[in-house]
């Protein structure tokens, strides 16, 4: 079944944004190869007000990849990024798939403990990784072997040390110098592995259904578990995109890449799409609104995605500073539902409307969206992009389609949606199922337009500041503490959007509870926005006949007093 004239959503896309698109016939590879030599010298990337052309990022590429060879990475290795947003990301990304090797995405803020558990899965032998994360890789056991690391000093990315001072503040400025005297001990710099020649113009290149991608989702569970990516799934959620953004025009466009690139939302955005649009992506290793609107001085953002929060905190910035935002035309949310606040504050501002979208990892990420036209509808998360398809079913068998307008669970179907959990054939049947249909464990109602809603979530993921976050996870590393006999870990729903990490523990007779401490012993194990917020105490702790914590009960328990 096609997305054809027929299926009811097709009516209220933005004119001229097709049913569907011309599917994918090379590889990410050749497209930005293609860029490369249709963009020339038009600037690709900007980072602190330094620019690099289309053609120095193809030299760029070609240079890390004869490096990443000579290293001994071969088509079908693993190559582990731990990396913020920064130009050597960019290069590092396309360098890799070169080789018809693999990218791993890694948050740059794990801890070793997070890290740990993903490298035993994919078994990646060569690092990139940002030098402040070199540490958590060398504090891996013996049992998860490195050949080598080759590390990233974001600092020689930037225009000049002098030219620094202008970003950052005095203390930071006398630490960046002492950056710049070299690598990370033990470590390759990333200047090195650019020191090589270009790789041979001969050496084979990757196909379309090669992987590209593993990026690690809790998907509908509380493990994190490797999506298997395509190049034709990355390629087709780019030309999705593409699609949607109707009236985008190529060398034109100003991406301000503010979403982690590690992230689904950001890999799509702009190491794929912006590149195949071959625009300038304004590059920021962190969200910071005063950074954001000095930057949209000199290149004014077209391009602007984020989440809720920032979008409300650029606004509110802008106002006060005076900075106008009408440059920014295409402005997608996701990862969060979105607040009317927020899109009537942002819209009054800016020079587009602000729509929201949807997806998940194992889509590329997305799947649905709001037309940029005056048919889209607040308070949904759209209807399905081009060649998607969708269906709502019984939550209980996946096989029954339940009626129109009553809640059951997304599925979906399309070009984007992914080929699997590396090594877990398992939980790839629980997601995936045999006629390619994906269950994406969010409870929906779709009115008669096809416009869809989220009522609930057959997952208990936690959703905050657009990441998720895993309850069971946090609980056990609450377990780990010795005043901790166990924990039962949701979220709280917030006012402007997202939710809020909630632990409710129960102690060991005797034992005071004491927040902060608990808090500390989790930022020792976790990333930051993992660390539950609010920690409370609970005593008869509601449990199944198995003895596991009913996390739904505490719940219902605990959220009224919070």
């Not at 992987?211 to 999705?240: E, F």
Request: glycine share 8%; aromatic share 8%; charged share 20%.
């Amino acid at each position: 079944m096609a997305n054809t004239d027929q299926q009811p959503w097709v009516k209220n896309y933005q004119p001229g944004v097709p049913t569907e698109i011309d599917l994918p016939t090379q590889s990410l590879v050749a497209m930005v190869e293609k860029s490369v030599v249709e963009a020339g010298n038009h600037p690709a990337m900007e980072f602190f007000g330094r620019r690099t052309t289309y053609n120095e990022l193809g030299d760029q590429i070609d240079r890390a990849a004869e490096g990443l060879r000579g290293l001994g990475v071969h088509a079908g290795d693993r190559v582990a990024l731990i990396l913020p947003n920064c130009p050597q990301h960019v290069v590092a990304f396309y360098a890799v798939l070169r080789l018809g090797a693999v990218v791993v995405e890694h948050n740059p803020l794990y801890t070793s403990r997070e890290l740990r558990h993903q490298f035993a899965d994919h078994q990646a032998r060569v690092v990139i990784a940002w030098d402040k994360s070199v540490a958590a890789v060398r504090a891996f056991p013996a049992d998860v072997a490195i050949d080598h690391i080759v590390s990233v000093n974001l600092l020689m990315a930037f225009p000049t040390v002098k030219r620094l001072a202008l970003h950052l503040p005095v203390r930071s400025l006398r630490e960046s110098r002492e950056a710049l005297t070299g690598p990370a001990p033990g470590t390759i710099p990333w200047e090195k592995l650019l020191s090589h020649g270009r790789i041979d113009t001969g050496h084979p290149r990757p196909s379309v259904d090669d992987l590209a991608a593993i990026q690690y989702t809790s998907g509908t569970t509380g493990h994190p578990k490797g999506a298997m990516l395509t190049h034709y799934n990355l390629y087709s959620n780019a030309l999705q995109g593409e699609a949607w953004m109707h009236g985008a025009e190529y060398r034109k466009e100003i991406f301000y890449a503010i979403l982690p690139m590690f992230h689904a939302f950001g890999m799509t955005l702009y190491l794929t799409y912006g590149i195949r649009k071959q625009a300038l992506l304004v590059i920021f290793p962190k969200f910071d609104p005063d950074m954001i609107l000095d930057a949209m001085k000199k290149s004014p953002a077209t391009v602007y995605c984020a989440v809720p929060p920032i979008y409300e905190r650029t606004a509110m910035a802008a106002k006060q500073r005076g900075v106008s935002l009408k440059s920014c035309k295409f402005c997608i949310s996701g990862a969060m539902n979105l607040p009317d606040h927020v899109v009537e504050l942002w819209e009054s501002m800016s020079g587009g409307l602000l729509v929201e979208g949807y997806g998940m990892t194992e889509s590329s990420p997305v799947a649905l969206g709001n037309p940029f036209h005056p048919t889209r509808r607040t308070g949904t998360i759209g209807v399905p992009f081009p060649s998607t398809l969708m269906k709502v079913v019984n939550q209980d068998d996946p096989t029954v389609e339940v009626a129109q307008g009553e809640p059951g669970e997304l599925l979906l179907k399309g070009p984007q949606v992914f080929q699997g959990y590396w090594n877990n054939s398992e939980e790839t049947a629980k997601s995936l199922l045999p006629d390619g249909w994906l269950r994406t464990g969010d409870v929906v109602v779709v009115d008669s337009d096809g416009f869809t809603t989220i009522v609930d979530r057959v997952k208990e993921l936690i959703v905050t500041g657009g990441f998720n976050v895993a309850p069971s996870e946090v609980e056990a590393v609450l377990r780990m503490h010795p005043s901790v006999v166990d924990a039962a870990v949701f979220g709280k729903p917030l006012a402007r959007g997202g939710e809020m990490v909630v632990a409710a523990v129960e102690l060991e007779p005797g034992s005071p509870l004491d927040e902060e401490a608990l808090r500390d012993h989790c930022r020792a194990q976790l990333a930051a926005y993992k660390v539950p917020r609010r920690i409370v105490q609970i005593e008869n702790t509601p449990r199944s006949m198995l003895g596991k914590i009913l996390r739904k009960q505490v719940r219902e328990q605990v959220l009224p007093s919070l």
